[in-house]
């Protein structure tokens, strides 16, 4: 059978590793520069803790783990004789792979409130699961990177996650990001001024859609959700707001001066783009998008959602918002909490699209020892071995193999230096040290090494 793996998951390479570990830790910089704390969840979840969180189209994304032994036996054989699959479906599993990091979060927050100080202040760097259709910057499963604030209704927390954005950004030198801006209350209030406040859930998800299927096709949805022709018609003017952030404010104010949930929702993301735009987001813009619903139906107040930069080939690369009912369906009330994500993957791919990993980014060895038999091996690892303890990368070829062949090692894996000590060498305490670039050779004194090859790759 020819070797193959899962659609929507990859391998990664050596150097494939090291520019995603370049990247985590621009992350973790950037987090921890800001107070938020590390922590870390199971891969799975018991079904119950995720399902229902997300919404219809969400809960359908759930990888779920088949039941195994006798709690096969539970099957509801009568729900598939029935044709209800989502009920057989659940009957034989109890478990699933996490579909995002927030809800188990808001898990991990009740579980552990006695021990956390509130404030609390934590970031995730973790793999998730979805059953989604793969194509370009979409995969089954991918890493998450999330940072949250849970115990605290200021919206300060909204414009220091905005400024994160910018921060991270700006490290890994992507410029004309856009961080657009809605806030739930603003979708509720439109939903009031057109007469549609119980298809709340129905309008969201539907205009979430926009940018994949355009106007036409979020009009379509709405009408079989049995819209009415009027209410459509009204929220029309809506989809081509424009101007800047605090004109298109005024727009929303006059749209919805009947509404009062709709105003309160104005006047907070008023706040955020006023005291983001007050501090400066360096080479990220913020944008005003009635559209953005963002259709998880766990927030409540602000939502965000970045593009990448003009003429990037990619959908969002972050996302977010304030949740403040998330706790209560694990039994805790009054948990406000706010929080962004980062597509770690997206963004990996927009910087290579862009050309910004640096050229250093792969940490390979800067010198090897080539294996000249046992009579000198002793001493070549001896001498590797005080090279690490001074903060160099050094090996040494395992096999006393012919020359060219331990050469050719050093050139595929990009090594600068190779030091060569044969007998002769360590009968005179010296190495002979080549410059696998511009192939010139030295002599040294052993004792020498360690100075000379820090002259060299300084």
Avoid at 141 to 169: I, K, N, P, R
Wanted: charged share 25%; net charge negative.
């Amino acid at each position: 059978m020819k070797p193959s793996i899962p659609k929507g998951t990859r391998d990664f390479s050596s150097l494939e590793v090291a520019k995603r570990n370049y990247l985590k830790e621009i992350l973790q910089t950037a987090f921890e520069s800001a107070g938020f704390q590390p922590i870390e969840t199971p891969s799975f979840e018991k079904s119950e803790t995720l399902l229902g969180k997300y919404g219809e189209e969400g809960d359908r994304l759930i990888f779920k783990i088949l039941s195994n032994g006798e709690k096969l036996k539970k099957a509801d054989l009568a729900a598939l004789e029935e044709n209800r699959l989502g009920a057989f479906s659940s009957s034989l599993s109890e478990k699933a792979l996490r579909y995002d990091l927030t809800v188990p979060f808001a898990r991990y927050v009740v579980q552990h409130q006695n021990e956390l100080f509130f404030p609390f202040k934590r970031y995730q760097i973790q793999p998730v699961w979805r059953a989604d259709r793969p194509q370009h910057g979409r995969f089954q499963e991918f890493f998450q990177c999330d940072a949250d604030v849970v115990g605290s209704t200021s919206l300060w927390q909204e414009v220091e996650l905005c400024q994160l954005y910018a921060v991270v950004f700006a490290a890994l030198g992507i410029e004309g990001a856009t961080i657009k801006i809605n806030n739930r209350k603003i979708l509720a209030g439109i939903a009031e001024v057109i007469g549609a406040q119980e298809q709340l859930i129905d309008f969201t998800v539907a205009l979430d859609k926009l940018d994949k299927i355009g106007f036409e096709g979020v009009v379509k949805e709405l009408k079989e959700k049995n819209f009415s022709a009027d209410a459509i018609e009204r929220i029309s003017p809506l989809m081509s707001l424009a101007g800047s952030a605090k004109e298109r404010l005024s727009q929303l104010e006059d749209f919805l001066s009947n509404s009062e949930i709709g105003k309160d929702g104005i006047e907070e993301v008023r706040f955020v783009v006023y005291q983001s735009e007050a501090l400066g987001v360096k080479g990220t813009q913020l944008a005003i998008d009635v559209t953005l619903a963002r259709g998880l139906n766990y927030y409540t107040g602000c939502i965000f959602e970045v593009s990448p930069p003009a003429g990037v080939k990619m959908g969002s690369i972050g996302g977010g918002g304030r949740y403040d009912n998330l706790t209560a369906g694990f039994g805790m009330k009054n948990m406000s909490g706010v929080g962004i994500s980062f597509g770690f993957d997206r963004i990996y791919l927009v910087l290579e699209e862009l050309g910004l990993f640096p050229t250093s980014v792969q940490a390979q060895s800067q010198i090897i020892f080539l294996n000249f038999g046992d009579s000198t091996a002793l001493k070549c690892n001896q001498l590797i071995a005080s090279l690490r303890q001074k903060g160099l990368r050094a090996e040494f070829y395992p096999d006393a193999v012919k020359m060219k062949k331990q050469l050719s090692y050093a050139n595929q894996k990009q090594i600068p230096w190779v030091a060569l000590l044969g007998e002769e060498e360590l009968s005179r305490n010296e190495v002979v040290l080549k410059n696998m670039k511009s192939g010139e050779q030295v002599v040294q004194p052993l004792s020498n090494i360690l100075e000379y090859l820090i002259s060299q790759l300084a």
